[in-house]
C-alpha cells in the first residue's frame, strides 16, 4: 500500500496550490479519502474528506470556501486545490485513506504560506 502526496511548496499569501495524493497497492474506490494536516506543536487536524464515489465532501470551517477536495478513481489520486492560502495554513499535509476495516497515510507535503 502506498499513499505519496505532491504538490506541496512554497506560496505567498493568497496564492493557491494543488496537492496530489496518489494511491497504490489497494482498491482506491472502496476507501474515503481525507487530506490532513499538521502545523509545528499543533495536533493533527482534518482538513477536508471525500466519499469513495466523490459524492459527499465535508471540510473544516477554517477552509470551507477556499479549499476544494476532488478525486478521480480511474487514476487513484485525491486532490486538494487550496486558494486563497493564508500563512495560518502552513503545515505538513498528509492524505488518508480509510474504511471502517482500515486505513492507511501519505507520508506528507509540505506547505509553506509566506512573503
Known amino acids: 500500500v502506498q499513499l505519496v502526496e505532491s504538490g506541496g511548496g512554497l506560496v505567498q499569501p493568497g496564492g493557491s496550490l494543488r496537492l496530489s495524493c496518489a494511491a497504490s497497492?489497494?482498491?482506491?474506490?472502496?476507501?474515503?479519502m481525507s487530506w490532513y494536516r499538521q502545523a509545528p506543536g499543533k495536533e493533527r487536524e482534518l482538513v477536508a474528506s471525500?466519499?469513495?464515489?466523490?459524492?459527499?465532501?465535508n471540510y473544516a470551517g477554517s477552509v470551507k470556501g477556499r479549499f476544494t477536495i476532488s478525486r478521480d478513481n480511474a487514476k487513484n489520486a485525491v486532490y486538494l486545490q487550496m486558494n486563497s492560502l493564508k500563512p495560518e495554513d502552513t503545515a505538513v499535509y498528509y492524505c488518508?485513506?480509510?474504511?471502517?476495516?482500515?486505513?492507511?497515510w501519505g507520508q506528507g507535503t509540505q506547505v509553506t504560506v509566506s512573503s
Open positions: 471525500i466519499s469513495s464515489s466523490g459524492g459527499t465532501t
Open positions: 497497492g489497494f482498491t482506491f474506490s472502496s476507501y474515503g
Open positions: 488518508k485513506a480509510f474504511r471502517t476495516q482500515d486505513s492507511y
